[in-house]
């Protein structure tokens, strides 16, 4: 009778011993599962914040190169500019130079 009582089989001080025991084991359950609870939201805000950053460091790279790009397209169109403008100086001082020939003849 004694080892039914300690099985548990029997419904006096065995079953209440077993059950004190089996209520220790699932607080345990329930702190391990806490537990992989917290541990899979860390490992998911680690891996969002990863991404943030990767997409920070890909956003930055594309600004420098596109700032980079308009930087020669803009410095030679004003180039170009400079050197239309430079001949149209050219023309309007000829046009003046044979302006002023017609004058003095």
């Not at 403008?85 to 130079?97: E, G, L, R």
């Amino acid at each position: 009778m004694s080892k039914l009582y300690s099985l548990g089989l029997l419904p006096n001080k065995g079953r209440k011993d077993i059950d004190n025991n089996n209520d220790d084991a699932e607080e345990e359950e329930g702190v391990c599962d806490l537990i992989i609870i917290i541990t899979i939201i860390i490992i998911i805000i680690i891996i969002v914040i990863k991404i943030i950053i990767i997409t920070i460091i890909v956003v930055i790279i594309i600004i420098i190169i596109i700032k980079k790009k308009k930087n020669s397209n803009h410095n030679n169109d004003k180039d170009d500019d400079d050197d239309d403008d430079d001949d149209d100086d050219d023309d309007s001082d000829d046009y003046d130079d044979d302006s002023d020939d017609d004058e003095s003849v």
